[in-house]
């Protein structure tokens, strides 16, 4: 059973800085894709940014030049450096991943707070 463990979250200014990690575990298989998604009170979860075993990315247009995700596939481990932070970045995250060729699979981390204060 894929296990994906979070950390990095926390406070942060407006303008400041965070990175988090999320380390994925429990499986012999490679990940198609890795990523991060967030929800904020009151709204749906949404997609931040997404990382392909190729090294494509994926970002939401409202982090696009503030956020950069990379992973590091020996280590099965995705980072998501957000810089610029906004008080609308403000929400959990939740790190995924995801394999769509046989075993398939799509896990989810249990979420870490950011908080950015204006």
């Known amino acids: 059973q894929v296990q994906l463990v979070e950390s990095g979250g926390g406070l942060a200014q407006a303008g400041g800085s965070l990175r988090l990690s999320c380390a994925a575990s429990?499986?012999?298989?490679?990940?198609?894709?890795m990523g991060w998604y967030r929800q904020a009170p009151g709204k749906q979860r949404e997609l931040v940014a997404t990382i392909t075993s190729d090294g494509s990315t994926n970002y939401a247009d409202s982090v696009k030049g503030r956020f950069t995700i990379s992973r590091d596939n020996a280590k099965n481990t995705v980072y998501l450096q957000m810089n610029s932070l906004k008080p609308e970045d403000t929400a959990v995250y939740y790190c995924?991943?995801?394999?769509?060729?046989?075993?398939?699979?799509?896990?989810w981390g249990q979420g870490t707070q950011v908080t950015v204060s204006s």
């Open positions: 995924n991943a995801k394999r769509w060729t046989p075993p398939f699979f799509n896990s």
């Open positions: 429990g499986s012999r298989y490679s990940f198609d894709s």
